[in-house]
């Protein structure tokens, strides 16, 4: 059973561009959360997503920031106009189920660096 | 609502001595808290975690916590520091069993250094 993946494992693009990132969870996980972790920081809760649905984007900057978890395929988490302030790795998790899981397994994270 | 405060941002041992990285916690309801660890421009490795069982929590790598409710801790200790532990250590807390564990909370992390 493979892990959570995340791809691309690094990602440079120059400001004003687009960034996509790509998770594809554990197999039987339909839940998966977003955290951004800067330089020389913790990670920080950005978004939940079900299938389909963001069931919380609390940790979501308002503008620019934008994910999905479609019925088929890997969840995106992309950002518009980058910059450089965007700089950071970003890791993916997935769990079983939502309420009552008592861990969720994170990839191997995305890092994105803004030129 | 829940927090975690990693008392240390840095730790500096020798290779051969007990390591100590200690964490406090709070939660609304009973947590579930998590060690994990990250070397250098890598992903995160679970260490060991806590969920209402057994409060002395034996994880990988000789590392092990204890859970202490009356002081609010996770402290993480190794009788014998490695040169491979030198990394960075992430205390969690999540509200797994009310919440969800994906929403947790990261402590800003704890830099250990091993000195040969």
């Known amino acids: 059973n493979a892990g959570v993946m995340q791809n691309p494992r690094h990602l440079v693009r120059r400001r004003g561009q687009e960034a996509r990132l790509r998770c594809s969870p554990m197999?039987?996980?339909?839940?998966v959360y977003w955290y951004r972790q800067l330089p020389e920081e913790g990670l920080k809760f950005m978004v939940y997503l079900q299938k389909e649905n963001i069931i919380d984007e609390s940790g979501m900057p308002k503008e620019r920031f934008s994910a999905e978890f479609p019925k088929e395929g890997p969840s995106i988490l992309r950002i518009q106009q980058v910059v450089r302030g965007d700089s950071a790795a970003y890791f993916c998790?997935?769990?079983?189920?939502?309420?009552?899981?008592?861990?969720?397994?994170f990839g191997q994270g995305t890092r994105l660096t803004v030129v | 609502a829940q927090s975690v405060t990693q008392l240390d941002s840095h730790v500096s041992v020798s290779e051969g001595t007990p390591v100590l990285l200690r964490c406090n916690y709070s939660?609304?309801?009973?947590?579930?808290l998590f060690w994990y660890v990250q070397h250098p421009n890598k992903g995160l490795q679970l260490l060991l975690k806590y969920t209402s069982a057994a409060t002395l929590v034996k994880g990988i790598n000789g590392f092990e916590a204890e859970f202490k409710k009356s002081e609010t801790s996770f402290h993480l200790t190794k009788p014998s520091a490695h040169m491979s532990d030198a990394a960075e250590y992430f205390c969690v807390v999540s509200d797994g069993l009310i919440s969800n564990a994906g929403k947790s909370t990261f402590g800003d992390g704890t830099t250990l250094t091993v000195k040969p």
């Open positions: 939660s609304s309801y009973s947590p579930s």
């Open positions: 197999k039987g996980h339909s839940h």
């Open positions: 998790a997935s769990s079983p189920t939502g309420t009552g899981s008592t861990e969720a397994f």
